[in-house]
Structure formats: structure tokens, C-alpha cells
């Protein structure tokens, strides 16, 4: 009886100390996400074709396809969606169904709280700029890391997410640079305290980016050893957001280019908005919907014509 008593006790001071950490986890979102909203800008400008009238030729159509002129240049982006998440490889890639709210906030970061289940298998956290931390059945702390390999690889992903979702963070500006490719590739470079990453941009005939890579700072390999490696995706599915152009379905993985990629990421985003100032009051949110979605074959623009200047076709108010 007294080995019951013991054995109660401890699992009772072992699950209240589970809780009270992850109950840290969830204040750290909390806090990292209100602190990404403050960087929207206050009283953004409004998109002028002319600011990117000198940049190289695709880069300019890069921008002129995902901004309509006119359009307040927000930076950060709160995203919701779904899909599929691989916890295994391209052999076995045992999917999870994944939902996921997100902020983006480039350069200073993002936060990207996600649950995914499938069987038995129940996993949830988050991922931002400055950690990954995620739970097993909501008792047991896995996949857990920071220091300055994640600080660099998630530097990656926040620029090449922004490539994706908010065009208006890689503008010209100091520590934003941008250099042709080819006729149909445009190279953008951040640099940000210390850190610096070049995302590879191909668009189609109309300027649509339809492709993202990037060399990116990871240890997804057979030595788990941290080194940059290729990592890129497709955009697919474009809609109109508050004047920006953005896709609403994205795959996307490691080795990308290379017979060893498949993948791991599959979202479709159900909605997106743009934070004002001062406007977060907890870790939910309510986003806006995006227009109608574009149907089209892989190989086109998947894009939607550009709505009338006189009415905002636009979806007003993952991970």
C-alpha cells in the first residue's frame, strides 16, 4: 500500500510539473507572437510600381504579379491551415493531418503552433526563430532545440516563407538585395542581425512565383550533422488577400532538386490577414478568407485575374 501511495504521489508531482512546463511553452508563443505583431508597421505605404521599376527583370514582376498597386505594405502575416506533415522519410513518409496557425514576421522571425495526429500518434507545439518545442500525447516533451543551428536554420525558413506570404517584407530596403538569375529567376538576399539568406524565386510568363530554393542550414541527413543543403517547394492555388496575390497551397521539403526529395510539408492555408498594432489580446486570433481559389493545371499561372481597381477583392477581418 505505502509503494501505491508513493508511486501516486510521485505521478502526481510528475504530471503537475509536466503541465506547469508546457503551460511555460504556451506563454512563450504568446509572448514571442505579440511581440512579431508589434513589427507591423503603424502606418504602412502604399505599393507604388515605381519602387521596383529598378530592380531586375523578374524580380520587378515578381512583385508587380503579387502586390496590386495601391496596397498597404504589410509585413507580417498571421496564416491558418491544414494539410499533411511527415514525421518519417520519403520511403515510409507516414503522414500526419496537420493544423497550424502562424505568424510571419520577416526578418525578425515567426512563430508556428501546429497540431497533427494520425493513429495513434497525437503531436503538438510549436516552431518559431528561437526554438522548436513539441509534445507527444500533450505529456511528453520531444523534439526540443535552440541555440544558434536553429536561430540559422529557422532564419532560412522566415525568409523563404516570406517569399511566399509576405512579399512586401523583401521590398528594397537596407538588408534586402535582389539579382537576376535568369529571365525567369530572381535571387533575393536577407541580412538581419548577423545572419544572412538567399532564396532562389522562378516565376512564370505573368511574373507568378510557382517555385521556391534555397540552401538552407539543416541537419535532415544520414549524419545528422548541420550543414546547408537544398530545401525549396511549390506554390500553388494563388488568391487575392487585402491587395496581395498569395498561394493557398504549398509542398514543400528538404533536398529539394535531388532525387532525395519529397515533401514532408503539405499545407493548404485557409486563411490569411495582416495584423494591425496592438490588436493581438491572446493566443487566438480571427483571420480573414481568402477569394475565391484558381483552378488551372500545374504547369499554368494559377493565378487569379486582377480584381477592379475600384473594389478590393480582398479577404478582410498556420501554423
Known amino acids: 500500500m505505502k509503494l501505491l501511495i508513493i508511486l501516486a504521489l510521485f505521478a502526481a508531482v510528475a504530471g503537475g510539473a509536466l503541465g506547469v512546463w508546457r503551460a511555460a511553452d504556451y506563454r ?3 509572448t514571442e507572437w505579440a511581440r512579431l505583431t508589434a513589427a507591423q508597421p503603424a502606418a504602412p505605404k502604399q505599393f507604388d510600381p515605381a519602387m521596383v521599376a529598378e530592380l531586375p527583370d523578374p524580380a520587378r514582376r515578381y512583385f508587380t504579379c503579387t502586390i496590386r498597386p495601391g496596397t498597404p505594405l504589410f509585413t507580417v502575416a498571421e496564416i491558418e491551415m491544414t494539410g499533411r506533415f511527415s514525421l518519417g522519410s520519403k520511403e515510409a513518409p507516414n503522414y500526419l493531418d496537420m493544423r497550424a496557425r502562424q505568424i510571419l514576421a520577416a526578418p525578425e522571425g515567426f512563430v508556428w503552433a501546429m497540431e497533427a495526429s494520425g493513429g495513434a ?4 507545439g510549436s516552431d518559431s526563430g528561437r526554438w522548436t518545442r513539441f509534445w507527444l500525447w500533450g505529456i511528453a516533451p520531444v523534439a526540443r532545440g535552440d541555440g544558434e543551428d536553429h536561430r540559422r536554420s529557422a532564419f ?3 525568409v523563404a516563407e516570406a517569399a511566399i506570404w509576405t512579399p512586401a517584407a523583401l521590398l528594397p530596403s537596407p538588408g534586402v538585395r535582389w539579382d537576376a538569375v535568369s529571365a525567369d529567376r530572381a535571387r533575393v538576399t536577407v541580412t538581419h542581425e548577423g545572419l544572412e539568406q538567399a532564396v532562389e524565386i522562378t516565376i512564370d510568363d505573368e511574373g507568378c512565383p510557382h517555385e521556391i530554393r534555397l540552401e538552407r542550414w539543416s541537419d535532415v541527413n544520414s549524419e545528422k550533422t548541420f550543414r546547408l543543403q537544398p530545401f525549396g517547394g511549390r506554390l500553388l492555388d ?4 487585402d ?3 498569395l498561394p493557398t497551397r504549398v509542398e514543400a521539403g528538404n533536398h529539394f532538386g535531388t532525387e ?5 510539408f ?3 492555408v485557409a486563411k490569411i490577414r495582416f495584423p494591425k498594432r496592438l490588436q493581438l489580446t491572446s493566443g487566438n486570433f480571427s483571420v480573414g478568407r481568402p477569394s475565391r481559389p484558381v483552378a488551372g493545371s500545374e504547369s499554368s499561372c494559377h493565378c487569379l485575374p486582377r480584381p477592379p481597381q475600384s473594389s478590393r477583392s480582398s479577404a478582410s477581418s498556420r501554423a
Open 243 to 245: 491587395g496581395f496575390r
Open 260 to 264: 532525395r526529395y519529397y515533401p514532408f
Open 238 to 241: 494563388f488568391a487575392w488577400f
Open 121 to 124: 500518434m497525437r503531436v503538438a
Open 266 to 268: 503539405i499545407a493548404d
Open 28 to 30: 512563450a508563443d504568446r
Open 156 to 158: 532560412g525558413r522566415t
